[in-house]
Each structure stands twice: as C-alpha cells, then as structure tokens.
C-alpha cells in the first residue's frame, strides 16, 4: 500500500512539474499587455476562455481554441507569443 501511495505522489509530482517548466522573461510589469486587452486579442483569434491567470512571469489561459478542443497555454506577457502549448488530442 505504501509503495502504491509512494507511486501515486511520484506521478502527480512529474505531471505538475512537466506543465511548470513553461518560462517567460522578468519583465517590468508596466511593460506587460493589460489583461482586459490581451484577453480581448485572444477571444478575437477564436479562443474561449475559461480561466486567465497570471503563473510566475507569463499569463496562462484554460480552455477552448477556435476548433474546440480544450487548451492550456502560457504567453509572454509584453510580447503576447505562446511560450507553452498543450492541446487536447
């Protein structure tokens, strides 16, 4: 049972810290997109959003891309470009 629990943890570990490795550059937060504008960007390429949060250095986005299928994305903030992408296959 222990070595079950041991097994169990190890895995979320691993899975937590694959979807930490996304990195944006430290910049100056007044260099930074607003988030009502970068969320307007986004909602105009297609992306329906159901959860916008700020992750260390990037903005992350949860939910939906123009085709529907079910994202998680991290973007530089000042620049806008995805610095991670999972899409749901």
């Given at each position: ?56 250095n990037?903005?992350?986005?949860y ?27």
């Amino acid at each position: 049972m222990k070595k079950l629990f041991a097994l169990a943890l190890l895995a979320s570990f691993v899975s937590s810290a694959a979807m930490a490795d996304a990195k944006c550059d430290a910049q100056p937060k007044e260099k930074w997109q607003k988030e009502a504008d970068f969320k307007q960007q986004l909602t105009a390429q297609g992306y329906q959003i159901k959860k916008f949060k700020t992750s260390g250095n990037c903005y992350e986005i949860y939910g939906k891309n123009k085709d529907g299928k079910k994202v998680e994305i991290y973007f530089d903030p000042v620049s806008g470009k995805p610095v991670k992408t999972n899409i749901e296959s």
